[in-house]
């Protein structure tokens, strides 16, 4: 089952933690985050969509595990499912998210991740945007 932070959804199998270990001083140690999520647009096949279907994917980082505090939105991915959806195409419209982000400058210590997904249009017009497939993996920087 889907947890929701307000209108946004955390997205179940993307949470990962990682011990960064002091890289010479913490202007030296970070993480690659890299993570792809598939989005599709699906509707109950009576509407024409106008507008694009728009989402925002989150990559958030915690220092506990259970994301009740320290909670930071380190990176924002906005985007659209552009093609043409109307008429017999209706939830046709699929796309792929991929994310690939340096975080860096972090003190020694143990800081997990998670992906958050947010519909930005809403449910109208018998539409809805799901977050499907998706992955988070993280590796530690050293300089």
């Known amino acids: 089952m889907p947890n929701f932070i307000g209108q946004a959804e955390v997205i179940d199998g993307t949470n990962q933690s990682i011990t960064i270990t002091d890289g010479s001083g913490v202007n030296n140690s ?85 992906l958050v997904f947010q519909n930005l249009m809403g449910a109208s017009n018998g539409q809805n945007v799901v977050a499907l497939d998706r992955n988070l993996i993280l590796l530690q920087i050293k300089r």
């Not at 598939?38 to 024409?48: A, L, P, Q, R």
């Open 30 to 114: 970070g993480l690659l985050v890299l993570g792809n999520v598939v989005i599709k647009s699906t509707t109950n096949g009576t509407n024409t969509l106008t507008l694009a279907n728009r989402y925002m994917v989150w990559l958030q980082r915690s220092t506990t595990a259970d994301f009740s505090a320290g909670v930071t939105n380190v990176y924002k991915v906005e985007d659209a499912i552009t093609s043409g959806i109307s008429g017999s195409n209706l939830g046709s419209g699929i796309t792929t998210t991929s994310l690939f982000f340096a975080d860096t400058n972090l003190s020694p210590g143990t800081y997990y991740y998670r």
